[in-house]
């Protein structure tokens, strides 16, 4: 396996920084730092990057999810491991990455779910890493970074 290229964060000079301040900036909402390596996680695996499912796994492992969460994530709806908290972060999770698939592509019944376990700050907590998590995929996925090749 070999990337296309380096990641383009890395090649333009001052681009990489302002997205870790954009990741950074996620994790000051409130929102237990579990649930955001596993919403990280999660959309990685929907965008398919390889890298990031790698580190976002290491991660989620390092801040202390355990290994049934971080085996059955991707199956988050058909498992017991989650907490209602976690599955309306994931549900929120899947619906913003797939914005595509359907004509209301975060529906009032996913948004409002979410609204019931976590305040204004603490949506706008998951809601930036789903958001950095789709730029990392998409910089990642679209150069085939390699999986571990950071480390």
């Known amino acids: 396996m070999k990337s296309r290229m380096q990641n383009p964060a890395v090649v333009l000079s001052g681009a990489m920084q302002p997205i870790q301040a954009l990741s950074k900036a996620a994790y000051t909402g409130g ?10 996680l999660r ?7 390889s890298a990031c499912v790698d580190g976002g796994a290491k ?4 801040s202390g999810v355990s290994n ?4 059955t994530v991707a199956a988050w ?4 491991y989650f907490t209602e908290e976690e599955r309306a972060a994931l549900a ?3 619906a913003a990455t797939r914005l595509a698939d359907q004509p209301d592509a975060v529906g009032d019944d996913i948004w409002d779910t979410a ?3 976590y305040d204004e700050k603490q949506l706008a907590s998951i809601v930036l890493m789903i958001a950095v998590t789709n730029l990392y995929n998409r910089l990642n996925a679209t150069t085939r970074q390699i ?3 950071w480390g």
């Open 31 to 40: 929102v237990d730092e579990q649930t955001l390596e596993l919403v990280h």
């Open 43 to 49: 959309v990685s695996q929907i965008n398919g990057c």
């Open 59 to 62: 991660k989620a492992r390092k």
């Open 68 to 71: 049934e969460k971080l085996d």
């Open 77 to 80: 709806r058909e498992t017991p």
């Open 92 to 94: 929120l999770a899947e």
């Open 115 to 117: 609204a019931t376990y």
């Open 147 to 149: 999986a571990g090749a």
